[in-house]
């Protein structure tokens, strides 16, 4: 079992920054893909970023590309999501999320999920 829980969310003005963070305990964070999520009210859960083991290698959905950036610290065993120039379409309940596969952009490559946070955008 791998155990998730994220932080960071919040109420921001559009244009801003904001930093998730997804904290990892139960079985070896470094074995495991990790990725973003998001979902808004009454939308399906989408993909947002992922990035492999080692954090060399890192996916993200069209819609965030040159906005967000995501990382890793396989030592203090936490995943991060650094957004900036935030939208009011931003605006969803982030969920981590911990899959053995590799990087995938499906809900379905990813075993363990978080409880998610809000992140509301305002305009």
């Known amino acids: 079992q791998v155990q998730l829980v994220e932080s960071g969310g919040g109420l921001v003005q559009a244009g801003g920054s904001l930093r998730l963070s997804c904290a990892a305990s139960?079985?070896?964070?470094?074995?495991?893909?990790m990725a973003w999520f998001r979902q808004a009210p009454g939308k399906e859960r989408e993909f947002v970023a992922a990035?492999?083991?080692?954090?060399?290698?890192?996916y993200y959905a069209d819609s965030v590309k040159g906005r967000f950036t995501i990382s890793r610290d396989n030592v203090k065993n936490t995943v991060y999501l650094q957004m900036n120039s935030l939208k009011p379409e931003d605006t969803a309940v982030y969920y981590c999320?911990?899959?053995?596969?590799?990087?995938?952009?499906?809900?379905?490559?990813?075993?363990?999920w978080g409880q998610g946070t809000q992140v509301s955008v305002s305009s």
């Open positions: 139960g079985r070896t964070f470094r074995n495991y893909a």
């Open positions: 999320a911990a899959g053995s596969l590799g990087l995938g952009s499906l809900t379905r490559s990813y075993d363990y």
């Open positions: 990035i492999n083991r080692s954090g060399g290698t890192t």
